[in-house]
């Protein structure tokens, strides 16, 4: 043989395994974080008309033409923000929003309506928007009482919470120009966390396309996840925490250093599926979001921000819009701030926004639903009162864990 072509032989055998072996270790070397980006859009929505003003605004949803619907309640305003609705009118401005309304893309304000009927029961306290996969509209609440903000009537620690009034005990569905097709439940009327026909103050809405079941997160009295028939309303299954059978036993404020609460505490505030066939329920005051499979079965679980007190840390679900719903989106109305999740792995990659009223800012940041761009909307409750988008930008290394204020870059 040919002493160059065995020497080459040999540099090639050796040296050539030894440059493999050094891109193996180059491609084994982890890389940056990565997680989606995204900069405020600090001139959307588009102005109201009439002097309008929105009031706490308690639900966003995103429908299948890329229209943003909110919800919002009108009678939770300062007198000062209302002068023109006194009789005569105290001022040039201002009056309540409609409490439904639709937005297009540009911003621009279109379809509204909303509030009582003799045809139903709508709720005192409106609470919750999910737009289904037929463009119906879904309605919850959360109202105590006759009026707005009546106070829950008093319980000690190990008593059934049960007592005192409901009014809130049904979620409606409509038509996106409004039309009454179904109401769930019956105006004041509860028999706590295992009735099969009644909610009590349930606070969110998903429905399954594939199975065109309805899962209500129910609520801010009852302790559970329930599961409609979204055509016919008939009663499918429902559970609490771990699948538990849920109880109406009072548990006392949440205490992060105490054994884990077997049960979900009030509010149940969402529950979505995902595409896999994966439900996450908000279990808002216990800072923890609970995995489920569709029939109850407990997955895993995870805690945010598991120090948060009064108010909780997981205010809503959204998932990211690529076809495996890689991220979670989840607001935290209390430290005012979105959180971005690995979905795989429950693990918190980032999170954008700071406490604030400007633009990127939140105060009681509540809900949140993302478009089939990728963009997110957020609406604020509290003193917040307003909607906000949030431009996707593609996904980035995370160089910084609290982003706060994502604005436009230059």
């Known amino acids: 043989m040919n002493r160059a072509l065995v020497i080459g032989a040999l540099f090639l055998s050796t040296f050539g395994g030894q440059f493999a072996f050094s891109q193996q270790k180059a491609a084994a070397k982890p890389g940056p974080v990565m997680a ?136 409606l569905k409509f038509t996106e120009d409004g039309k009454f097709l179904m109401q769930i439940g019956k105006a004041g009327i509860t028999n706590g966390s295992n009735d099969p026909e009644h909610l009590r103050l349930p606070a969110n809405t998903f429905v399954d396309r594939k199975t065109n079941e309805l899962y209500v997160a129910d609520g801010y009295a009852n302790h559970r996840v329930i ?56 279990d808002r005051v216990n800072d923890r979001i609970q995995v489920f499979k569709p029939d109850g079965t407990f997955v895993k679980e995870v805690f945010i921000a598991k120090t948060t007190l009064g108010q909780g840390s997981v205010w809503d679900i959204a998932f990211s819009h690529d076809p495996e719903q890689k991220y979670l989106y989840v607001p935290d109305g209390a430290s ?52 906000q988008k949030f431009v996707y930008k593609g996904l980035a290394p995370v160089t910084k864990f609290d982003q706060g204020v994502v604005w436009p870059k230059k």
């Open 336 to 387: 005012n701030k979105v959180r971005i999740l690995l979905r795989e792995t429950l693990e918190v990659l980032t999170t954008f926004g700071d406490g604030g009223r400007q633009p990127g800012q939140f105060f009681g940041v509540h809900s949140i639903a993302v478009d089939s761009k990728g963009n997110i909307y957020t609406t604020e409750t509290f003193e917040g009162h307003r909607l």
């Open 36 to 171: 989606p980006r995204f900069e405020v859009d600090p001139m959307w929505p588009q102005p109201l008309p009439n002097h309008w003003v929105l009031g706490p605004t308690v639900g966003v949803g995103v429908d299948s033409k890329d229209h943003v619907w909110i919800l919002h309640r009108a009678g939770m305003n300062e007198p000062s923000e209302l002068f023109l609705t006194t009789n005569p009118p105290s001022a040039e401005c201002c009056a309540p929003a409609p409490l439904v309304m639709e937005f297009d893309q540009e911003g621009k304000l279109g379809r509204h309506w909303g509030g009582p009927s003799k045809d139903y029961d709508y709720p005192v306290e409106n609470h919750g928007l999910f737009i289904d996969y037929q463009d119906n509209i879904w309605i919850g609440g959360a109202g105590r009482g006759k009026t707005m903000g009546a106070a829950h009537a008093p319980v000690k620690v190990g008593e059934s919470d049960l007592a005192g009034g409901f009014n809130d005990t049904a979620v």
């Open 227 to 282: 599961v409609f028939d979204a055509e016919t309303g008939k009663y499918k299954r429902h559970w609490g925490a771990y699948g538990n059978k849920p109880t109406d036993i009072f548990p006392g404020k949440y205490d992060p250093n105490a054994p884990v609460d077997q049960q979900f505490r009030a509010p149940v505030h969402c529950a979505m599926l995902s595409h896999d066939n994966l439900l996450y329920v908000c």
